[in-house]
C-alpha cells in the first residue's frame, strides 16, 4: 500500500533525479538516482530499471556504484545520448575521493543486450574537470548531447559563478576531448547553483 501507479519508484530506499532515460532493443530504460542502504540521501548509485509501457517496471542490479577514484563518493546525474551508428553514451557527474565534481564517460559493455546490465566507465576518466573560475563542488549535472550542424556534439553543465547560475556548453566529436565555449549559454544573478540545466 502506499505504492504510486502510474510514477515511477523503486523498490525501497532514497531516489532522486532520473538519468539518461532510452529505448533499447523493445525496452524503456530508467536510471536513476538511488541510495540501496538507506530512505536519505547517500552513497549515490544509478538505480535501473525497464518497462514495456514505463508503468510496470522490472528492477535490474544497480548500473552503476561508486567504486572508483573519480566517483568515491558518488555516481551522480548524467543522461545518454544515443549516436547514429546505434552506440549509446552517458555522461555522469562523479564526485571523487576528495569531493571534487568531475563529468565522467560510461557506456554499455554488450550493446546487443537488450537489458543492458552491464556498463563499463571509460578508463580515461574524468572527462572533464571544473574550469578555472568554478567551485570544485559547483560543477555537475551534464545533459544529453546535441549535435549541430558542423558536425559537432554540444553538452551544456550546470554551475555557478558567485551567486550566479550559469549553464555552460561544451562542445566534443569523440566524447572523451572537449571545449568549453567562450561565454555561458545562459546566466540568472542571484539564482546560486543550478543543476540538471537541459537544451530546449
Known amino acids: 500500500w502506499q505504492r504510486t501507479a502510474f510514477h515511477f519508484q523503486p523498490e525501497k530506499n532514497w531516489i532522486n ?19 540501496p542502504d538507506s530512505a536519505v540521501w547517500g552513497n549515490i548509485t544509478w538505480g535501473h530499471a525497464v518497462s ?29 545520448t544515443l549516436l547514429p551508428d546505434g552506440q549509446i553514451i552517458m555522461l555522469y557527474t562523479g564526485s571523487t575521493n576528495e569531493s571534487v565534481q ?29 574550469p578555472s573560475g568554478i567551485g570544485s563542488t559547483d560543477f555537475r549535472d551534464p545533459t544529453t548531447a546535441w549535435i549541430g550542424p558542423d558536425g559537432k556534439w554540444r553538452t551544456t553543465i550546470g554551475s555557478k559563478f558567485n551567486t550566479t547560475g550559469i549553464s555552460m556548453v561544451y562542445t566534443t566529436t569523440d566524447f572523451i576531448n572537449y571545449e568549453l565555449h567562450d561565454g555561458v549559454l545562459h546566466e540568472v544573478p542571484g539564482t546560486g547553483m543550478w543543476e540538471c540545466v537541459d537544451f530546449y
Open 17 to 35: 533525479d532520473p538519468n539518461g532515460p532510452l529505448f533499447h532493443k523493445g525496452w524503456y530504460h530508467l536510471f536513476y538516482q538511488y541510495n
Open 52 to 80: 514495456t509501457d514505463m508503468i510496470h517496471w522490472l528492477y535490474l542490479p544497480l548500473a552503476m556504484v561508486p567504486d572508483r577514484w573519480f566517483d568515491a563518493n558518488g555516481v551522480w546525474t548524467g543522461s545518454a
Open 102 to 130: 568531475v563529468q565522467n564517460l560510461a557506456y554499455p559493455a554488450n550493446l546487443s543486450d537488450p537489458l543492458l546490465l552491464d556498463w563499463v566507465k571509460y578508463e580515461g576518466n574524468p572527462i572533464l574537470t571544473p
